[in-house]
């Protein structure tokens, strides 16, 4: 078999039009293909990392986007004090859009000295640490964004009212946090003409090793049931799965745009398969006379359906990948956000759907080639 693979591809070649539009069609199917499972891999890789994660989110009860969310900022010491609790974490939240969006840029107000022990994983790739702690108008922009807006250290950057200086830009291991902008805390409570000093969005609960989550979120939500004001504690990635509530079942429907792509691109092989088979009658039926068997025929058609697949495939993955690699895309909502993440797995599952949908697309084509008369196929000279 291997002896005739250039055979093939000549035959592929001989109609050069009709394998450049089927190869380009299954290359933009594959592409949508991949774009839709970079989603659910941002989401997965979300879901995961945060699992694994000892920490706690405390919002206000029966509130949903950030900007309706006001806890005392003074709950922090308080709830330092509970046992298996290792820090708190005040944040003040700004986004310019809670609604789902593709363009949601995120403003984190921490206190400079704590978001290291936050997030431990952040590496300055630009500018500095000193710098950010040093001017509180600074901020640290992750690299998804820096790469989306165009953004440099030294920069200003600005969302309405809302202007900060670019003091340094992270990379972090998990994707979607370099999709945030961490600023000071005071600085983001006294923006946008309002004071906030002393209120806080939410607050980040970093836990002991062996601690109890439940308990805890239990014990915090307990306390303030009858306080100044009420809390709802959970752990972090329930809280972004429950804020991406709405934005997931959107994303688990646009499974079925990549299922349609994988139909499209077996109809696509398939039609041109068929095709193809039906123009040289003549010559499998002369393959038949030197020798050939039907199972040898049935294979070559077969894999000429694959070689098709396989170049639409490979051509529209590997521009997928390039494209999701250099476009730092990311959806949020209700200022969380899902990078669109390019990975191995993805590009191995592309290739592998590609293949099957040429093994699919050429089945029946290749059974109707084998099982043709040799008699009747050599009449038709």
Same mark, same amino acid.
Not at 112 to 129: D, H, M, T
Not at 232 to 257: C, N, W
């Given at each position: 078999?291997?002896?005739?693979?250039?055979?093939?591809?000549?035959?592929?070649?001989?109609?050069?039009?009709?394998?450049?539009?089927?190869?380009?069609?299954?290359?933009?199917? %594959?592409?949508?293909?991949?774009?839709?499972?970079?989603?659910?891999?941002?989401?997965?890789?979300?879901?995961?990392?945060?699992?694994?994660?000892?920490?706690?989110?405390?919002?206000?009860?029966?509130?949903?986007?950030?900007?309706?969310?006001?806890?005392?900022?003074?709950?922090?010491?308080?709830?330092?004090?509970?046992?298996?609790?290792?820090?708190?974490?005040?944040?003040?939240?700004?986004?310019?859009?809670?609604?789902?969006?593709?363009?949601?840029?995120?403003?984190?107000?921490?206190?400079?000295?704590?978001?290291?022990?936050?997030?431990?994983?952040?590496?300055?790739?630009?500018?500095?640490?000193?710098?950010?702690?040093?001017?509180?108008?600074?901020?640290?922009?992750?690299?998804?964004?820096?790469?989306?807006?165009?953004?440099?250290?030294?920069?200003?950057?600005?969302?309405?009212?809302?202007?900060?200086?670019?003091?340094?830009?992270?990379?972090?291991?998990?994707?979607?946090?370099?999709?945030?902008?961490?600023?000071?805390?005071?600085?983001?409570?006294?923006?946008?003409?309002?004071?906030?000093?002393?209120?806080?969005?939410?607050?980040?609960?970093?836990?002991?090793?062996?601690?109890?989550?439940?308990?805890?979120?239990?014990?915090?939500?307990?306390?303030?049931?009858?306080?100044?004001?009420?809390?709802?504690?959970?752990?972090?990635?329930?809280?972004?799965?429950?804020?991406?509530?709405?934005?997931?079942?959107?994303?688990?429907?646009?499974?079925?745009?990549?299922?349609?792509?994988?139909?499209?691109?077996?109809?696509?092989?398939?039609?041109?398969?068929?095709?193809?088979?039906?123009?040289?009658?003549?010559?499998?039926?002369?393959?038949?006379?030197?020798?050939?068997?039907?199972?040898?025929?049935?294979?070559?058609?077969?894999?000429?359906?694959?070689?098709?697949?396989?170049?639409?495939?490979?051509?529209?993955?590997?521009?997928?990948?390039?494209?999701?690699?250099?476009?730092?895309?990311?959806?949020?909502?209700?200022?969380?956000?899902?990078?669109?993440?390019?990975?191995?797995?993805?590009?191995?599952?592309? %290739?592998?759907?590609?293949?099957?949908?040429?093994?699919?697309?050429?089945?029946?084509?290749?059974?109707?080639?084998?099982?043709?008369?040799?008699?009747?196929?050599?009449?038709?000279?």
């Amino acid at each position: 078999m291997v002896k005739l693979i250039p055979y093939i591809f000549k035959t592929l070649w001989r109609h050069r039009s009709r394998t450049i539009l089927t190869v380009s069609g299954s290359a933009v199917a %594959l592409f949508v293909f991949c774009f839709v499972g970079s989603v659910q891999e941002g989401m997965n890789d979300l879901q995961n990392r945060q699992a694994g994660k000892r920490s706690l989110i405390t919002f206000q009860a029966n509130k949903f986007c950030p900007a309706t969310s006001h806890l005392p900022q003074d709950y922090e010491s308080e709830i330092k004090k509970i046992s298996g609790v290792r820090e708190v974490i005040p944040v003040q939240v700004f986004t310019n859009n809670c609604r789902a969006s593709l363009d949601v840029v995120v403003f984190y107000g921490v206190p400079p000295e704590k978001l290291r022990v936050a997030r431990p994983s952040f590496k300055i790739r630009e500018g500095s640490w000193d710098e950010f702690q040093m001017n509180q108008d600074s901020a640290v922009v992750g690299a998804a964004v820096a790469n989306r807006r165009g953004v440099s250290v030294g920069d200003k950057f600005s969302i309405g009212s809302l202007s900060v200086v670019v003091a340094g830009i992270f990379n972090a291991e998990d994707p979607a946090e370099e999709n945030y902008i961490y600023s000071h805390l005071d600085f983001l409570q006294r923006s946008k003409g309002m004071n906030l000093v002393g209120t806080v969005t939410q607050l980040e609960v970093l836990l002991e090793e062996n601690a109890d989550a439940d308990g805890i979120c239990r014990a915090i939500d307990d306390r303030y049931l009858t306080g100044p004001v009420e809390t709802d504690t959970r752990p972090k990635g329930v809280f972004q799965a429950k804020s991406l509530g709405d934005l997931t079942e959107l994303i688990g429907m646009a499974h079925y745009l990549g299922l349609a792509c994988v139909g499209l691109v077996v109809a696509l092989v398939a039609t041109t398969t068929v095709m193809s088979v039906q123009d040289r009658i003549k010559e499998h039926s002369v393959l038949q006379t030197l020798g050939y068997s039907g199972l040898r025929v049935f294979q070559l058609v077969l894999a000429e359906s694959v070689a098709l697949s396989m170049m639409g495939g490979a051509l529209g993955v590997m521009v997928a990948m390039l494209v999701l690699k250099l476009s730092s895309l990311s959806v949020g909502a209700e200022a969380v956000t899902i990078a669109f993440t390019p990975s191995i797995n993805l590009a191995l599952t592309g %290739l592998i759907v590609a293949l099957l949908t040429g093994i699919l697309a050429g089945i029946f084509p290749a059974f109707q080639a084998a099982r043709a008369e040799i008699v009747e196929g050599l009449r038709q000279v």
